[in-house]
């Protein structure tokens, strides 16, 4: 089993950057699909981005497709999501998660704890 820690949230104004940090343990994580998922009050945690275990395909989210980057570096556990232009909309907390592509799309198996990221207008 991996266990998943982020950190990197915070409060920022519409326009700023921030990135996320998911700090990974265990021995699948080189194997896993790594995502980030949001979840902002009142409603059901979202599907933000995917990167497979080799950096090779990511996908993601319409809504932060050209704004948001995920990154993962494999040699220190680490999956990384840059967050550029942000916007008021993009408050949530956010979740790292880590699982596998089936046929039904990317499904994770273990989460993170979340951390909040609030954008100011």
């Known amino acids: 089993q991996v266990q998943l820690v982020e950190s990197g949230g915070g409060l920022v104004q519409a326009g700023d950057s921030l990135r996320l940090s998911c700090a990974a343990s265990?021995?699948?994580?080189?194997?896993?699909?790594m995502g980030w998922f949001r979840q902002a009050p009142g409603k059901e945690r979202d599907f933000v981005a995917v990167?497979?275990?080799?950096?090779?395909?990511?996908y993601y989210a319409d809504s932060v497709k050209g704004r948001f980057t995920i990154s993962r570096d494999n040699a220190k556990n680490m999956v990384y999501l840059q967050m550029n232009n942000l916007k008021p909309e993009d408050r949530a907390v956010y979740y790292c998660?880590?699982?596998?592509?089936?046929?039904?799309?990317?499904?994770?198996?273990?989460w993170g704890q979340g951390t909040q990221v609030t954008v100011s207008s």
């Open positions: 265990g021995r699948t994580f080189s194997r896993s699909y």
């Open positions: 998660a880590g699982g596998g592509l089936y046929s039904s799309g990317y499904r994770p198996d273990y």
């Open positions: 990167v497979n275990w080799s950096s090779v395909w990511t």
